[in-house]
């Protein structure tokens, strides 16, 4: 699996962005899909995830770090293969490296893929 993150890029305090991921390769295997961040000098912490909807499923499963919860929205397309990170009332904290990962269990803590970061920057 072969994921493609894209979308960063400054913006000033209270802004907003979009990070999209792309997942290619053997997406059947896909199931949690999410994203992580790393702030300089800091651990990479989880940020959001959400799984895939099976068939017959009652929908997918949305979670969130405590700190962007109400600012931050997941959405996924599992025909474009594509999720996506609504980022809305950013903090300069939120400054980091974002990271997409892929897993083929309904956690994002396991074993999984990551794609190449993109640089989120709040700064006014």
């Known amino acids: 699996v072969q994921l493609q993150a894209s979308g960063g890029g400054l913006v000033q305090p209270g802004g907003s962005l979009t990070l999209s991921c792309a997942a290619s390769?053997?997406?059947?295997?896909?199931?949690?899909m999410g994203w992580y961040r790393q702030a300089p000098g800091k651990e990479r912490e989880f940020v959001a995830g959400i799984n895939r909807v099976r068939s017959g499923g009652s929908g997918s499963t949305h979670y969130y770090a405590d700190s962007v919860k109400g600012r931050f929205t997941i959405s996924r397309d599992n025909a474009k293969n594509t999720v996506w990170l609504q980022m809305n009332s950013l903090k300069p904290e939120d400054t980091a490296v974002y990271y997409c990962?892929?897993?083929?269990?309904?956690?994002?803590?396991?074993?999984?893929?990551w794609g190449q970061g993109t640089q989120v920057t709040v700064s006014s």
């Open positions: 990962k892929a897993t083929s269990t309904p956690s994002l803590a396991t074993e999984g893929y």
């Open positions: 390769g053997s997406i059947f295997s896909v199931n949690a």
